[in-house]
Each structure stands twice: as structure tokens, then as C-alpha cells.
């Protein structure tokens, strides 16, 4: 059986007729939608959900509009202006909520769905390497200098030692990995979390004025918790791992 819906159709709407949700959760970088629209002009259009007569998507782009518009700006290719000198928007009208719950739901997906996939570290330096402006891109050259370093620095880490799947790490390898006088610990993170810990750490590198992660949280460590002195503890029988212990690695959820 097939289901009739309302067909997804564009529409110049004047600006000031646009409604922003106000329950919408989603921060924006104006400065950075604003030279993006500037320079592109309007590619990504706003949605608006027909039952609610909000926006469903595109509150940043919206934002920005009127931001132009109202310090003076030409408005930007995609804009119309009508005979009385008001900016018409292409919107994307014929969607509509069933409830509240599920306009809510669309709000949230719109935004969490893009964040979910995160980026191809080195797709995105080929690309970001051959650009000869970062106008409205979102990444600057220093983005990209600190990208390269990064992939450069996990290239150069040694590969890990692959065993056999019957395997089990012997005295001896335990030995080769204490010799170096060096302890590995592996922080969990989700995949939707790893940009937001990316970023973070950048920050704090930056901060100490330092060049790698072990480094940066090493000096926040010891500025943080300076005091505290080290001590052996007994593990728990149930966290007891004979490979971990061999290897001389140590795990743990962030």
C-alpha cells in the first residue's frame, strides 16, 4: 500500500517569518556561518515543520541571515528580495510533526546525526592540504598543520606486536616491554564522544605548551594532584587480566 504524503517542496518565505524552536538545544558558530554563507552563499537550505510553523533545521543559518541583513549586508546568493526590500529565504516546507515528542525527536536527530560519523583523519587532509583559502571552511591552517602532525605522530608509533590467536604473551615479553621503562595506559571513549576528546586535548596541549597527549595530562596531573604519591595496589581477583598484566598494560573506562 502506498502511503500519501505531503511533497518535500522549496518556498521564498520572507525572513522575518521564520520562527526558531525555541526548545532547540544546537549552539552555533555565527562567525563561521557567516563567512561560509558569505562566500558559498545559501546551499544548505532551512527546514521548517508545517505542523509547528518552527524551524526543524537550520536555527544557525537563520541566526546569520538576520545578522547580515540587519548590519547592511547584499544578501547572499539564494536570497531573494522582494518589491518592499525584505529578504525571501528557500525553505523546505511539506514536512510535518505528528507530535510534539516526534517534532522534539527531529530536532535532536537533525543535529546528533551529523555529529555521529566523525571525520576520515586523512581524507580530510588530502582535501584541507589543497586549499588555498579556508574562507567559511570551518578548518584554518593551523587545524590542518595540527591534523598532519597528529597523523604523523601515530605513524611513527611502533605497530604493536601481533601474536598468534592461541598465543599468550610469555615472561619474556615482558621483560623486552619493561626494559623500555615505559607503561601503556588506553582510555575508552565512544566514537561519538572521540571528536569532543580531540578537541579537548588540542586545547590542553596547547595550554602546557606541549607537544603530545601523554605530555599535556601529565602536567595537568601534577598540577591537579601534585600531592598525591604513588602506591601498589592489590587488583581484584575479578579485574585480574594475565595477558594486560604481561604486556604491562593498563586498561580502564573513561
Not at 526590500?85 to 546528533?112: C, F, K, M, Q, Y
Amino acid at each position: 500500500m502506498t502511503v500519501e504524503t505531503a511533497p518535500r517542496r522549496t518556498e521564498y518565505i520572507p525572513l522575518d517569518h521564520l520562527k526558531a524552536d525555541p526548545a532547540n538545544p544546537k549552539a552555533h558558530n555565527v562567525d563561521v556561518i557567516d563567512a561560509s554563507i558569505g562566500r558559498f552563499g545559501i546551499i544548505d537550505q532551512i527546514v521548517r515543520d508545517d505542523r509547528t510553523g518552527y524551524i526543524i533545521s537550520g536555527h544557525g543559518r537563520d541566526e546569520t541571515l538576520r545578522r547580515m541583513r540587519d548590519r547592511g549586508d547584499n544578501p547572499p546568493e539564494g536570497v531573494r528580495v522582494d518589491a518592499g526590500g525584505h529578504w525571501l529565504v528557500p525553505v523546505i516546507v511539506g514536512w510535518s510533526s505528528r507530535t510534539d515528542a516526534e517534532a522534539r525527536a527531529a530536532l535532536i536527530a537533525l543535529n546528533r546525526t551529523t555529529e555521529l560519523g566523525g571525520w576520515v583523519d586523512e581524507s580530510l587532509l588530502d582535501l584541507l592540504d589543497n586549499l588555498d583559502d579556508f574562507t567559511g571552511v570551518g578548518f584554518t591552517e593551523d587545524d590542518t598543520d595540527d591534523l598532519r602532525a597528529r597523523l604523523e605522530e601515530l605513524s611513527a608509533e611502533p605497530a604493536p606486536k601481533v601474536t598468534k590467536k592461541d598465543d599468550v604473551p610469555t615472561q619474556r615479553d615482558s621483560d623486552d616491554y619493561a626494559a623500555e621503562g615505559r607503561r601503556l595506559v588506553i582510555i575508552d571513549y565512544s566514537v561519538s564522544e572521540y571528536p569532543l576528546v580531540q578537541a579537548r586535548l588540542k586545547a590542553l596541549r596547547v595550554d602546557y605548551g606541549v607537544n603530545n597527549n601523554a605530555e599535556a595530562l601529565s602536567a595537568l596531573l601534577s598540577e591537579r594532584y601534585g600531592d598525591v604519591t604513588a602506591a601498589v595496589a592489590e587488583p581484584d581477583a575479578d579485574d585480574f587480566d594475565p595477558i594486560s598484566e604481561a604486556l604491562g598494560v593498563e586498561t580502564f573506562d573513561a
